[in-house]
């Protein structure tokens, strides 16, 4: 059996923010300082925090390190205060604390963000920090995590959620019943950080079961990564268990929270799923009277299920449905106030019928076991849809004054995409809520400490906080760290022949306007290098003006200067498109990729250096003003004026989403302190004061308007041109970025690897880099350029390199270092558990061997150094910790005995993990490295 792996050693500077020492990977710029000192004011005051802080400026590793030093120096604050005596002179917290002991409020980091990837990011972002010894959880659901080959045949995720969950109370899934047992593999008992996919593959490979291990992890975890629907959502909330008492909570890439919250707290259903819902009972009273005989519990009804209350929720049920077929009358749509759904569904509200309904969808969805079976569909949707109209969070006010139903035709599935969508005959009711406070409050009042909600693009503040609804006394504004050469912004208003850029409704369709804007396009591209975005507000817009550019020819010029690639409704093509646009940046021409605001492209996707050298907006992307819901929402504003409850109107929050969706786009260019473009807005109403003021703040100081498209073509000539003769500089900068990302893979702390695998790689682990060093690594070849869309990562930005922030000495002249470093126990992996990855029966047996005999050897070493008191002391502690097991019991032998003596054994207190208990290792980290500094 081989050693255990040392941990590669992270060197940090050590920073001094607002009195709380923070350990950065390298020395911080003073706009993340700034941050920094915001994001401690908000965690050390238990206020709540409302944070802009543009891409490219390192807002991630910052947010990170400030919050997780200030859960360091909370958590080590308890550590010592349990070292202290009481008022009536007993000992320390080691003991059974007498009757008045009570546990503290456990802190903990609960960091949200919109997407599995972005979460990712995270979590590679702390994996090399100074702060990773701390306990790490990641939250995923059954799509990205569920192994077992049966459920992941289901066709959506309520039914993998159903089949998932009948599997487990029936006891017939093996990789959850594989998970008890498993929490003791290496890779878990070590703090090994582990992402979305990491920890997929180690679920597979030692078939227990991902998602239902993750659940067990979070428990105990100091930092909690998952996506921010979990906790605005009270359906998910609800089922994760997480005390949020003293927690702070962390929404990073929150631009689109006020959307989420709304949408979580909406619901909808329809006449096809009323119809459904009566086939479904009408199924089950059948299995009633002629039960099947078989060995599987599953296809048996619960012994709660009653034949004559199915019968009556079928009557119930056969009535909304007969609303259903008439409820429109001939009319296209129309509206009610949200108490509406109590009239329809009055009698649905009894406890005994949502009991029932909640029997029947565990009975109808365990008994479906194929994938393609709609068995439980309808009940399934009934109970979700009563779920979310009636529950205890929502009152019978809040339907009445933030809620609206709209009945209309749903949609055609298929049938075209734009103009060609038709109406089917199926009738459906939206329950839609338009208050993003509604579900923020909620949330809010589970007792969390503090809530953070930070983006590149929040602007304005003020009304962001007004829309969210919950009070946000720290608020920041950054700018960004790229200066004048690195930014060209201006608006071109006219084409060549004076034809006005206007891509408003009244002009979108008229020729010589599209023809202009193909000719502006057309001498943008041949000035602007590598990679060029070009955003449309919708994709109905993106398709007329290519069937018209198709048409005249203009589509062909562009596609011969660059080449087009056009964002893809349908999500799975999006990763070919961006394959196929970063390899034509890279070995080819250059690419124009067309995509729409608001879209997949816009919102998350990453085009750093020549992925993204410029980005064209050709419009102001308003959301559809005759969309009912768009509409609704505006009228809703306008009431909550007239009531004196609000004081944004429906029109300036219709005119804010244009431009949020049009910040959004344009952060795309800008991706790090090295990186350099250009952003050229085709429209003439970005031209406007207001339009500027609305922009994003670290743009409006670079933001130009030109009267002629002579004079801005050649200002932006001249800043690809003068460029050019820095291009070295600028090419040297990304190397070492490419550099850092190909060492921190290195950094990231592995799965076991196979035998073979460690030899291969054994020369590497030997010598890991400090992180210092990573950040100036010699250029890599050009074939290895990160080329991902997720490559360029904000821990990648290599401020210590710019002078303004160094003295001639190189030591940082702001802020000054605290005090003089102090020494450190480090760790390396817990010795007691083998790191090597042995699939025999015999793995889990060998290990505990090796720790009983570890645990038997530090014994033996205690008798030869302590006397026979201290003695009696070590083995109090451990039976006081094998019974309360809480780490405080063992902090005062710690204290007065062990760290007592390590002069006579330098390895004392490092070897003592071999008594820790899984669950207990970060606190034991934590004493090391920085208690134990302090006594």
């Not at 972002?125 to 995590?145: C, F, K, P, W």
């Not at 893979?745 to 790689?761: M, V, W």
């Amino acid at each position: 059996m081989s050693k255990s792996k040392p941990k590669p050693k992270v060197e940090f500077h050590r920073v001094d923010v607002g009195g709380t020492c923070v350990n950065f990977p390298f020395a911080p710029y003073e706009i993340q300082i700034d941050y920094m000192r915001k994001v401690l004011e908000c965690l050390q005051d238990g206020k709540n925090g409302l944070l802009e802080s543009p891409t490219g400026t390192g807002k991630t590793l910052s947010l990170l390190c400030s919050s997780l030093a200030w859960l360091e120096k909370a958590r080590a604050a308890v550590q010592l205060s349990r070292l202290q005596p009481e008022p009536d002179g007993g000992g320390g917290g080691g003991g059974e604390g007498g009757g008045n002991w009570s546990p503290p409020v456990r802190h903990k980091i609960i960091y949200s963000s919109r997407t599995h990837s972005q979460l990712s990011q995270a979590v590679a972002e702390l994996a090399r920090t100074s702060y990773r010894y701390m306990r790490v959880s990641i939250l995923g659901s059954r799509d990205q995590l569920c192994v077992n080959p049966a459920v992941m045949e289901a066709n959506n995720s309520r039914e993998k959620l159903h089949m998932c969950q009948a599997r487990v109370k029936s006891k017939t899934c093996t990789f959850h019943q594989n998970v008890e047992k498993s929490k003791e593999r290496p890779e878990l008992r070590d703090n090994e950080i582990m992402d979305i996919e990491d920890l997929h593959k180690l679920g597979k490979k030692h078939n227990f079961c991902p998602y239902y291990m993750s659940r067990e992890l979070y428990q105990s975890a100091d930092v909690i990564f998952l996506p921010y629907n979990y906790l605005l959502d009270h359906k998910i909330r609800s089922t994760l268990d997480i005390d949020f008492s003293g927690a702070v909570i962390i929404f990073d890439e929150a631009h689109n929270v006020q959307k989420l919250c709304e949408e979580t707290a909406s619901v909808n259903i329809t006449g096809q799923d009323i119809a459904l819902a009566v086939k479904d009972i009408e199924e089950a009273v059948e299995d009633l009277k002629n039960p099947n005989v078989g060995f599987d519990e599953a296809d048996v009804a619960p012994k709660d299920l009653n034949e004559s209350e199915l019968l009556i929720i079928k009557d119930l049920l056969l009535e909304v449905e007969e609303q259903f077929s008439g409820i429109l009358a001939g009319k296209t749509s129309i509206t009610h106030p949200g108490s509406f759904v109590h009239s329809m569904f009055q009698s649905f509200r009894n406890p005994g019928v949502v009991k029932a309904l909640q029997l029947l969808v565990e009975y109808t969805n365990s008994a479906a076991s194929a994938a393609f079976s709609a068995k439980g569909r309808g009940v399934t949707r009934l109970l979700e849809f009563l779920t979310g109209a009636f529950n205890e969070h929502v009152t019978p006010e809040d339907l009445q004054e933030l809620y609206k139903v709209h009945i209309c035709r749903e949609e055609k599935s298929e049938g075209g995409k734009g103009f060609l969508k038709g109406k089917s005959e199926n009738t459906i009711l939206h329950l839609w809520c338009f208050s993003p406070g509604f579900s923020m409050q909620r949330l809010a009042r589970l007792g969390a400490r503090s809530i953070i909600l930070t983006s590149g693009t929040l602007s304005p503040l003020q009304a962001t906080a007004e829309e969210i609804g919950i009070p946000f006394p720290v608020q920041l504004e950054s700018k960004h760290i790229v200066t004048a050469s690195q930014v060209w912004c201006g608006v071109l208003g006219t084409g060549p022949d004076g034809t006005k850029l206007n891509s408003s409704f009244k002009s979108r369709s008229d020729p010589k306007y599209l023809a202009a804007l193909g000719q502006v396009i057309i001498m943008i591209l041949k000035i602007v290098p590598k990679g060029v975005l070009v955003f449309f507000p919708s994709y109905s817009l993106l398709n007329s003006t290519r069937e018209f550019w198709q048409n005249s020819g203009i589509w062909n010029r562009i596609d011969n200067l660059k080449r087009i690639l056009v964002e893809p409704q349908r999500k799975d093509a999006l990763s070919t498109a961006m394959k196929e646009y970063y390899e034509e940046v890279r070995t080819g021409r250059g690419g124009c990729f067309m995509a729409v605001c608001r879209g997949k492209v816009a919102e998350g996707l990453d085009f750093a250096d020549d992925n993204g050298r410029a980005v064209l907006v050709t419009g102001l992307p308003y959301p559809p003003f005759k969309d009912a819901r768009v509409e609704l929402k505006r009228q809703f504003l306008d009431d909550q004026i007239k009531g004196k409850k609000g004081s944004m109107s429906g029109h300036k929050w219709y005119q804010l989403e244009a431009f949020r969706a049009t910040n959004q786009a344009i952060g795309r260019v800008i991706r790090h302190s090295r990186d350099h473009g250009a952003v050229i807005f085709l429209d003439t109403r970005f031209g406007d004061h207001n339009a500027k003021i609305s922009l994003s703040c670290w743009l409006q100081p670079f933001f130009q308007k030109y009267t002629s498209i002579g004079v801005a073509i050649k200002g932006l000539a001249n800043f690809f041109k003068v460029d050019s003769s820095v291009g070295m500089l600028r090419h040297s900068a990304v190397m070492k970025q490419t550099a850092l990302i190909e060492a921190s893979r290195g950094i990231k702390r592995p799965l076991p690897q196979s035998d073979a695998d460690s030899d291969k790689h054994q020369d590497d682990d030997q010598h890991a880099l400090p992180l210092s060093e990573l950040y100036q690594d010699k250029p890599q070849a050009r074939q290895n350029v990160a080329q991902s869309i997720f490559s360029t990562s904000s821990a990648s930005i290599n401020f210590s390199s710019l002078p303004s922030r160094t003295t001639g000495s190189g030591v940082m002249a702001a802020p000054l270092p605290v005090g003089q470093k102090r020494k450190k126990i480090r760790l390396t992996s817990n010795k007691a558990v083998a790191d090597t990855d042995n699939t025999g029966g015999d793995e889990g047996e060998e290990s505990e061997v090796k720790t009983r005999n570890m645990a038997m050897e530090y014994v033996a070493r205690l008798k030869r150094i302590l006397g026979v008191e201290d003695m009696k002391q070590f083995k109090s502690a451990m039976q006081q910790y094998k019974v309360l097991k809480r780490f405080d019991a063992l902090v005062p032998v710690l204290k007065n005995v062990i760290l007592a003596h390590v002069s006579k054994d330098e390895n004392l207190v490092e070897d003592f993990k071999v008594f820790i208990k899984r669950d207990h290792l970060s606190d034991f980290d934590l004493f090391c490295n920085v208690t134990a500094a302090s006594l």
